[in-house]
């Protein structure tokens, strides 16, 4: 059967909001993040301490946390790439990081100027550090399914990253879709290797983009599969700016409304979260590509 609930990780603020062409500002940012505090959602990412050079839209994510502070029974983690990172997100008071990684060679080098291993050994202290700081850690690894230059990903290559991320301490292990071209079966069938190699679904987010229309459809076989952590983004926004056809992540609105259908818990206020994205596709001057925001918006 299904899971009777589920956690809704949100990543709007960071993922969506890197991908704008146009930089949102600092204050727009936080009452964003303040504005989605009040839907029910209780995991949202902030922010990143990625270069500024790479990801200028994000060079104010110190402003961001001290003006979101740390309300009790929230989570803000935030992306931390390397050691400058990690020290830049502890000054600013991080309690829970995000560490990122990639399942091809390409894409490592695209995203973080590394390889897998590479890119995996400069996360291998800054894991250290933060576990022994008591500070939560997330591990994110991109590309799961399909790399716009290497094609489609081979499970096993997948697992073995999946693998090294839990042997370094990642609470959650949350597999990328960076491109959005899983389908039901192949997510099945990379929940089914995991799960023989040994990690527990309870370890495991979905994060899928929705460019072929078939992130529901994943995430419901996601929740077959055991899988009750899913990440989104709020109306939508976001994709990623270092790959090819990266669309918007599936958006928060669009994973509600199904939750909801299917009587799983959530905790998150849909028509609450359905105005909020309202307001922010009218600060970003498009509408939002979520169907459920779509038909549920009122001006
Ligand atoms: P690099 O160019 O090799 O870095 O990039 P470097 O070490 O040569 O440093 C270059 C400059 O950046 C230096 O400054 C550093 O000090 C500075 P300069 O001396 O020239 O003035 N720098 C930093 N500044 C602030 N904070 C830092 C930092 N690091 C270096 N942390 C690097 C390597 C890892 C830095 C770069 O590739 C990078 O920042 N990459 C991050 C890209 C990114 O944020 N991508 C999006 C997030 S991943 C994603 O969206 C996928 C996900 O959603 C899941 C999915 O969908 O698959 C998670
Ligand atoms: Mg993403």
């Not at 292990?173 to 995991?194: E, K, M, N, Q, Y």
Request: proline share 5%; hydrophobic share 45%; charged share 20%.
């Amino acid at each position: 059967g299904l899971p009777e609930e589920v956690t809704i990780y949100e990543v709007g603020p960071r993922d969506g909001l890197q991908a704008e062409k146009q930089i949102v500002d600092t204050a727009t940012k936080i009452e964003f993040i303040e504005r989605l505090r009040g839907t029910g959602l209780i995991a949202i990412e902030a922010t990143s301490f990625v270069s500024p050079k790479w990801v200028p839209q994000l060079a104010d994510a110190a402003e961001v946390l001290a003006g979101i502070g740390a309300p009790e029974g929230f989570r803000h983690p935030v992306l931390v790439p390397n050691q400058r990172g990690m020290d830049r997100a502890l000054e600013a008071g991080a309690a829970e990081i995000a560490i990122f990684v990639s399942a091809t060679e390409r894409f490592a080098q695209e995203n973080l100027a590394s390889t897998v291993d590479g890119a995996i050994e400069s996360a291998t202290p800054v894991a250290r550090q933060a576990l022994e700081a008591g500070i939560a850690v997330r591990g994110y690894v991109s590309m799961c399914f399909g790399d716009p230059w290497e094609g489609r990903v081979p499970i096993g290559q997948v697992v073995a990253v999946v693998r090294r991320l839990a042997d370094l301490g990642c609470r959650t292990i949350s597999l990328g879709d960076t491109i959005g071209v899983a389908t039901p079966g192949h997510v099945r069938a990379l929940l089914g290797a995991i799960g023989e190699a040994g990690i527990g679904m309870d370890r495991i987010a979905l994060h899928l983009h929705d460019t072929y229309g078939q992130a529901l459809a994943g995430v419901l076989t996601g929740l077959q599969c055991g899988v009750t952590e899913f990440d989104a983004s709020a109306g939508g926004l976001g994709g990623c700016p270092f790959a090819k056809s990266a669309t918007g992540n599936l958006a928060t609105e669009d994973l509600v409304w199904m939750l909801d259908g299917l009587g799983i818990r959530s905790g998150v206020d849909l028509d609450r979260l359905v105005q909020i994205s309202g307001w922010m596709a009218a600060r970003l001057g498009r509408p939002s590509p979520s169907r459920a925001v779509q038909a549920l918006y009122r001006e």
